[in-house]
């Protein structure tokens, strides 16, 4: 996977308070790999492997992953704010090899670039925006939903995941929400 063995390289390479900037330049110059056809795809894609989900459910989901996950890689395009945000190298490279084995895994069943998608959204709303993953509002089956309070985010299924090999629970940033 390019993007994560550039960036691997790169966490290993460049000071700490230097890394936001430069990581952000990496993820823009990913980003611009990624076509309006390649978005219609993963569209296409993330509708297909939803299609047997409750109505509601499916439709409030689509339209997160469709407005925040495929969204964002305009913003991160268009991104030319400056951070000042430190990036914990061991956290980084555990997350980089966390999305590494993802995108092992995807790429032999995705017919799509969803997992350079993926990989680029995770790192820029956990490191660059320090934002949880899967944004404010975004609804989980039991009609849970991230969540914000005091500053502080809250996903309903973090722990449920943090042991799956693949999942991005363990570098985002959200906190268990407690129901």
């Keep these: 996977m390019n993007l994560c063995m550039t960036t ?20 823009k110059e990913h980003s611009g790999t990624i076509s309006v056809y390649d978005l219609m795809s993963v569209t296409a894609e993330l509708r297909e492997d939803t299609k047997y989900v409750q109505d509601k459910y499916r439709e409030e989901t689509n339209a997160v992953y469709v407005k925040y996950f495929l969204g964002r890689i305009k913003n991160i395009r268009d991104d030319n704010n400056q951070y ?10 555990e997350s980089v090899a966390t999305l590494k084995s993802y995108q ?15 990989a ?12 949880p993953i899967h944004p404010v ?3 989980f089956p039991g009609s849970l939903k991230v969540t914000q309070k005091n500053g502080v985010f809250y996903c309903p299924v973090k722990e449920a995941n943090l042991e799956s090999p693949n999942a991005v629970c363990k ?7 407690e129901f």
């Design 8 to 27: 691997l390289r790169m966490s290993l390479a460049e000071k700490r308070q230097h890394l936001s900037k430069l990581f952000l330049e990496v993820l």
């Design 84 to 93: 000042d945000g430190s990036i914990d190298k061991d956290d980084f490279i």
């Design 104 to 118: 092992e895994g995807e790429s032999k069943t995705s017919k799509t670039k969803f997992p350079l998608i993926y």
């Design 120 to 131: 680029i959204v995770s790192l820029y709303t956990t490191y660059i925006l320090e934002e």
């Design 137 to 139: 509002g975004t609804p």
């Design 171 to 177: 570098m985002c940033i959200a906190e268990q929400l």
